[in-house]
């Protein structure tokens, strides 16, 4: 049965010969069926709403802290709009026993009037992981995020972006002045860590990075705000 758009059926006559029967076969398979362009539309207005359920409208922007041992010993999450990169909302672990070995930024771990959620690594990756997925977020940006990635495997799953390849480069960053020396890349040669290019972006020159794991996270959010960027952009910083 040959079907040509027409909802009737019409039986190939017996004395029809193989050969004749090919060649109506392969004249079937081989007639180009052109897509209209409304049918066109309709699927890139498809693909576009698939991608908006996929991201949710929301991102995360993480930190974390190290102890002596090189482990992690806190987190910060803060969510924020993907759009408008304002944030939504933040949350604060801290890792039992991680934090009581130590490190170099102990003494802001715990800060006064900074909620925050103490215990084991399990329990708080767990969190993190269920926090994450009931706000319905894929994306997630730190600023030198192959850190953050490479100490955190539980989060693997996740699709990361990291703000330092954008903040760090003359092309991605109208704050960086011409008097700055520059790669031939476009990346600054020193100087591009958090606390330098947020006081390049904001002119505050007596900013000072906290090192609190939420804290930071709340300031590397306020970079990728400042820088401007739509996530379509981070796809260059996509790890």
Known sequence: MIKNGDTTSRKVPVRETATNARSVQQTASTSPVRESSQGKDIKA????????????????????????????????????????????????????????????????????????????????????????????????????????????????????????????????????PDSLPCCKSGRLKTGYGVEPIMRLLTGESGYCEVHNAVIDAVDELKIARLLGHGMEVYECARL
């Open 45 to 176: 207005s498809s693909k576009k709403a698939e991608m908006k359920s996929v991201h949710g409208g929301t991102i995360a922007v993480i930190d974390t802290e190290t102890n002596w041992r090189d482990e992690v010993m806190s987190i910060g999450i803060v969510l924020a709009d993907e759009k408008s990169f304002e944030l939504k909302d933040k949350r604060y672990y801290i890792f039992e026993p991680e934090v009581m070995i130590g490190g170099y930024f102990s003494s802001v771990v715990h800060m006064r009037g900074l909620p925050e959620i103490a215990c084991s690594r399990r329990e708080a990756m767990e969190g993190v992981k269920e926090y994450l997925h009931s706000n319905n977020v894929t994306r997630i940006l730190a600023y030198n995020a192959k850190f953050d990635l490479g100490h955190l495997p539980e989060l693997a799953g996740f699709e990361w972006f990291d703000i330092m390849r954008l903040a760090a480069y003359k092309q991605y960053n109208s704050a960086i």
